[in-house]
């Protein structure tokens, strides 16, 4: 007789270990049953539910940092006993992550604007 799995506990293993064929051992099961899965609308949706709030979860962690980061950096940057080298390479991660920060935030202000534009349609 085979053994019911719960929805949960896939949602659960495929999240932890990242892929299918991972999810299958550690549930266990074969990984074509959880393929038949995720050809599922509902549980899919679920699925992709819980990667977004999960992914959400970690961005707001790593946003909360960055203050910290930045100061770490430019203490680095500033700190004159440090080699000329290593005072460059913490200046050139600041701007680098600044000009990654500004190109996110304009695509993300276009992206908006699309969207708005769509809704109004």
Known sequence: MKAIISENKILSALVQAGSVRGAAKLVPCSPA????????????????????DLLQ???????????????VLSAVMNDESNAPAVRVQAASEIIRSALRYYAIAELETRVQKLEEGTDAD
Do not use: H, V
């Open 33 to 52: 049953t959880i393929q038949q899965r995720l050809k599922n609308g509902d549980f899919r949706a679920k699925y992709e539910d819980l990667k977004r």
């Open 57 to 71: 979860a970690a961005s707001a962690e790593l946003t909360a940092k960055l203050g910290n980061a930045t100061m």
